[in-house]
């Protein structure tokens, strides 16, 4: 159990005793390491600068700002900014790639390719043939879907024009755009055109550097992201409520844990099914275990937590500690956020870890590759390594029963059905809500959990504070998992520690006062909530001006920047925490915060004491709400609005409605 005189490693409860257990069997994680790496205090601050090879350079000093030139005589200013616009071309490769991916698999399903998939959500994507200008009437749904994916695989190589999804966006926002000329090209295109202004001896200009940065940052939320969230959608449904467990007690001592890891849903929606398969349940059964067990971590666990209820052993941060519980039989690991790590503290266990995309191994790593179009084949391969290792389980480990249960599943058509029903629906009840100060605003808490803090803490105490403060939150990535984690994502959570207005909206919905919306590409689902909202009428009409704010408390991730760049550009105000990855620039903070609030009606802020980014995050909502001349807010008084339909209401107006084609018999 904890030790009350040492410093915790992680706010999880579970999560620090298996790091205890670890200390005690001399095993070293992240925790350890970042420990003895202190960072390094140039870098940090972006004030280095190693483009070329007359550098690096450190432009470092009392009077850096003014006095410092690395050789070429580049400024602090434009060497911060240079690194910050890497940080967002890197993010959004990450993202885009993965994306691409989907299309490409969207094409493969299409085409007859592969069979292991079948389009299940018809609905969805006959919406969004429509968004595509797609002909969608009286044709095979195969067809269609080809149109769209090869529609979606031309926004990445688009030269010229703007990305399909740019007219998704409220009029006003995309005015913004291309009034200061940030509308993205194509997604390939914006990054390609960031690493050469960034290159040595181009761009020197901080506030040109960051506005192409916005750009391809818009590339990113616009693209990437929105398209890989609607392809999921397409292929394997449209998330709708669900229940879940998350925490380490997750693993069963007498089944096979088979986990998934990273961010890609495509071979762990196969290991999903062909785990559930008598025939491979037996196999299980053959090796001395009862079944399958299967759970995830990070976002390719939100993905199949989604639309599942497959069980989250939580965030990045857990990956480590997960396999010291010694209940892991395989960790099967794509891409984005993987420790390299864990290969070396897997030899201290029987848990066998699996790299399965052609872009990323690890070294000492089992390579099982994935190809879309068979993603069964290789399931079943993975599966078999599982259940052939479940003999090999030791005793070995820190084994934790602890597990909370959590409703995830909110995409941004769900949200919009539980304000009316599948004829009714619409943002109004919400609008309306926040209008009469029931809900004060909306924030978007997502990003990493990073063990430079106490883990998954900052995001803990976030969400307790605003939901006692009457804002409703939504969430993604390793939010949600932390969230989860704690046992925050439960409708009781509101009853027990929402503020007045808020705990009346989420009890008479029925939801929890922290909607999960799925991974950290799903962060594009709170663009088209706040996109619905301004559509909707009577607060901001556009996604600037409204009482909303994001939240990345413990980002580690070159994909949180570019996630926090597209709000900022889309028109949310952003708050990161820790120190500023630009914050030996004055110049560059004060273009990220005042000229973007003056232009996008966005800013990317870095705060790292926790108070003082939630008093921000309220202030920021004040404000908007003091200019859009809603009604003051104070706790436990409202203005009129019009009465939210509980579920029994909207069963009523809806007998087997449903949201993006599933029905509710199906659920
Ligand atoms: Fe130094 Fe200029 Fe080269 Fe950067 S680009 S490493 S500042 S010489
Ligand atoms: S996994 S990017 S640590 S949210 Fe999406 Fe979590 Fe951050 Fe990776």
Request: overall charge negative; charged content about 25%; proline content about 4%.
């Amino acid at each position: 159990m904890s030790n009350h005189n040492k410093p915790v490693k992680s706010a999880g409860s579970s999560a620090e005793e298996i790091i205890e257990w670890g200390e005690s069997h001399e095993m070293e994680t992240c925790f350890d390491r970042a420990d003895r790496l202190k960072p390094c205090p140039i870098g940090e601050t972006g004030a280095c600068c190693r483009v070329c090879h007359m550098g690096p350079c450190r432009l470092v000093g009392k009077n850096a700002e003014e006095e410092a030139r690395g050789v070429c005589g580049a400024t602090l200013a434009t060497v911060a900014a240079r690194n910050f616009l890497r940080m967002i071309a890197a993010g959004t490769s990450a993202h885009s790639d993965h994306s691409r991916d989907m299309a490409n698999t969207l094409l493969a399903v299409a085409t007859g390719e592969t069979t292991d998939f079948k389009i299940k959500d018809v609905r969805k994507l006959y919406k969004v043939a429509g968004i595509l200008d797609i002909e969608f009437e009286g044709r095979e749904v195969n067809e269609v879907a080809k149109d769209v994916a090869e529609t979606f695989l031309q926004d990445f190589g688009r030269q010229n024009g703007e990305l399909n999804y740019c007219k998704r966006a409220p009029e006003k926002t995309q005015e913004r755009w291309k009034k200061y000329g940030i509308t993205p090209r194509g997604i390939d295109r914006e990054v390609v055109e960031t690493m050469h202004r960034t290159a040595v001896g181009v761009d020197h200009d901080p506030d040109h550097l960051l506005t192409q940065g916005l750009r391809t940052a818009l590339a990113d939320g616009w693209g990437g992201c929105m398209i890989s969230t609607d392809i999921t959608d397409i292929l394997f449904g449209t998330p709708m409520p669900i229940k879940a467990e998350a925490s380490f007690g997750i693993f069963k001592e007498d089944e096979v844990n088979m986990v998934v890891h990273g961010h890609e849903p495509t071979l762990a929606e196969a290991i999903v099914e062909v785990g559930s398969s008598q025939e491979m349940i037996d196999y299980a059964k053959s090796k001395g275990a009862k079944g399958i067990n299967i759970g995830g971590m990070c976002c390719t666990a939100n993905e199949v937590l989604m639309r599942h209820g497959i069980p989250t052993a939580g965030g990045f941060t857990n990956q480590e500690l997960g396999i010291m519980t010694g209940l892991i039989d395989a960790l099967s690991v794509d891409v984005q956020c993987i420790m390299p790590a864990i290969t070396q503290l897997s030899k201290k266990f029987h848990t066998k870890i699996i790299t399965t995309s052609p872009k990323a191994m690890i070294q000492d790593a089992i390579h099982i590759e994935h190809d879309e179009h068979h993603p069964n084949k290789t399931a079943r391969e993975i599966l078999k390594l599982a259940c052939d290792n479940f003999p090999n389980r030791t005793k070995e480990g820190s084994h934790i029963s602890e597990k909370f249960p959590l409703i995830g599943g909110f995409s941004d058509e769900y949200i919009e059905y539980m304000q009316g029903g599948k004829w009714r629906g619409s943002y109004r009840p919400l609008n309306d809500a926040i209008a009469a100060g029931r809900v004060r605003g909306v924030v978007g808490l997502a990003g990493c959990d990073n063990p430079r803090v106490a883990s998954t803490g900052i995001h803990k105490y976030i969400a307790r504070e605003l939901i006692k403060n009457d804002v409703l939150i939504v969430s993604t990535g390793c939010g949600s998992a932390a969230c989860g984690s704690a046992g925050y994502l439960t409708p009781e959570m509101a009853l027990e520690n929402a503020g007045p207005g808020l705990r009346e909206v989420c009890e008479a919905i029925g939801i929890p006062p922290i909607l999960h919306l799925g991974a950290c590409v799903d962060n594009s689902r709170i663009l088209t909530i706040a996109t619905n909202m301004a559509k909707e009428g009577g607060l901001s009409d556009e996604i600037g001006g409204m009482p909303a704010v994001g939240i990345a408390p413990e980002w580690m991730s070159e994909k949180a920047i570019a996630i926090g760049v597209y709000f900022a550009a889309s028109g949310v105000p952003v708050i990161f925490g820790g120190e500023s990855p630009v914050g030996a620039s004055k110049e560059v903070t004060r273009i990220m915060t005042e000229v973007w609030m003056e232009r996008y009606m966005g800013a990317m802020h870095f705060e790292p004491d926790p108070e003082k980014m939630l008093a921000m995050a309220l202030d920021y909502i004040d404000k908007a709400r003091e200019a859009l001349k809603l009604r003051k807010y104070e706790p436990g008084k409202f203005g009129a609005e019009r009465v939210l339909m509980d579920m029994a209401a909207r069963r009523v107006i809806t007998p087997h409605a449903g949201v993006g084609g599933i029905n509710d018999a199906e659920r």
